[in-house]
């Protein structure tokens, strides 16, 4: 089995983004809360995140997260999600990585 390369993670566009809106995706087959997210110059995307064992929506108003952007978008019951909010995977559920102070919507992670 072949390991991923420092050029496989350069490939990815990892950017931190401002929640600016949050809400239930009713639509989705597990529970998950549709989020519009400010990335600065690239604007505002949106994400599907099973964020529910940790998070209510209106915990992540205003709240900055790390997401993969560039991705083909997809739809997550009927909502358009265009990039992956990262976190970590704990027994209680997905813990948002974050920035540990505020920075500018659309900085990269290096």
């Known amino acids: ?3 991923p390369t420092f050029d496989d993670f350069s490939a990815l566009d990892l950017k931190i983004g401002t929640v600016i809106r949050s809400e239930p995706n009713t639509g989705a087959r ?13 604007g505002v995307l949106q994400s599907s995140a099973k964020l529910t064992d940790q ?4 915990d992540l108003l ?3 997260v790390v997401a993969v952007t560039g991705f083909e978008p997809m ?11 990262i976190g970590a995977m704990t027994e209680e559920g997905v ?16």
């Not at 998070?55 to 209106?58: I, K, Q, R, T």
């Not at 974050?98 to 920075?103: E, F, H, T």
């Open 30 to 42: 597990e529970p998950a809360i549709a989020l519009w997210i400010d990335f600065g110059e690239a």
């Open 95 to 110: 813990v948002l990585l974050r920035p540990d102070r505020a920075v500018d919507p659309g900085t990269t992670v290096a």
């Open 1 to 3: 089995m072949s390991h």
């Open 55 to 58: 998070y209510e929506p209106s």
């Open 62 to 64: 205003g709240s900055q």
């Open 75 to 85: 739809r997550v019951g009927g909502f358009r999600s265009d990039v992956l909010v």
